[in-house]
T-cell receptor, first 112, second 118 residues
Framework: KQEVTQIPAALSVPEGENLVLNCSFT??????LQWFRQDPGKGLTSLLL?????REQTSGRLNASLDKSSGRSTLYIAASQPGDSATYLC???????????FGTGTRLKVLA | GAVVSQHPSRVICKSGTSVKIECRSL??????MFWYRQFPKQSLMLMAT?????????EQGVEKDKFLINHASLTLSTLTVTSAHPEDSSFYIC??????????????FGPGTRLLVL
């Protein structure tokens, strides 16, 4: 059964820092992995989707990598801004299905 | 890219009433949709798989008579929380399988519906 873990659970950094959020999963037979952002009291915003055949995806200041063999994905945020403050979730599907298992998230706070 | 919408985005209701949440795939058809919920300060958990034209499949521990799912068309699935109680207050999100990305079907997630039962 797929299990998804995110480290750290919370992170507070000064504005401008580059930072890395980590996600690990136990079942590497996945179609893809997705990263989301969730603001307090709000819904999910899809950030990046990495297909199993890809090693990374980039969108603006965000870069997500995927290493299936080690069961890890990282989300890299460059030059962090206070507007980046949110909870970041990664999700990976259970093997052979489209049922996603979500990590517990990393609560990021970027200080001005 | 493909878009999944949910309606309403936020709903407040009295205990004992039923609430219907809609999930629509706006520019693609989906034979299967998934419903998730998120309790405060917890992560999202899969509730059920909604299958167009057939009964939904529920995850262990989810009451099918409490959470009625109807997938009447290829673009619409509804989740009805029957006789809602305060403990049903949660954030409900759906996903739908959409256009392929790199040859693989991709799940697109709705923005979510926040339910508060008083």
């Amino acid at each position: 059964k797929q299990e998804v873990t995110q480290i750290p659970a919370a992170l507070s950094v000064p504005e401008g820092e580059n930072l890395v959020l980590n996600c690990s999963f136990t079942d590497s037979a996945i179609y893809n992995l997705q990263w989301f952002r969730q603001d307090p009291g709000k819904g999910l915003t899809s950030l990046l989707l990495i297909q199993s055949s890809q090693r990374e995806q980039t969108s603006g200041r965000l870069n997500a990598s995927l290493d299936k063999s080690s069961g890890r994905s990282t989300l890299y945020i460059a030059a962090s801004q206070p507007g980046d403050s949110a909870t970041y979730l990664c999700a990976a599907p259970t093997s052979g299905t489209y049922k996603y298992i979500f990590g517990t998230g990393t609560r990021l706070k970027v200080l001005a | 890219g493909a878009v999944v919408s949910q309606h309403p985005s936020r709903v407040i209701c009295k205990s004992g009433t039923s609430v219907k949440i809609e999930c629509r795939s706006l520019d693609f058809q989906a034979t299967t949709m998934f419903w998730y919920r998120q309790f405060p300060k917890q992560s999202l958990m899969l509730m059920a798989t909604s299958n167009e034209g057939s009964k939904a499949t529920y995850e262990q521990g989810v009451e099918k008579d409490k959470f009625l799912i109807n997938h009447a068309s290829l673009t619409l699935s509804t989740l009805t929380v029957t006789s809602a109680h305060p403990e049903d207050s949660s954030f409900y999100i759906c996903s739908a399988g959409g256009p392929t990305s790199g040859g693989v079907e991709t799940q697109y997630f709705g923005p979510g519906t926040r339910l508060l039962v008083l």
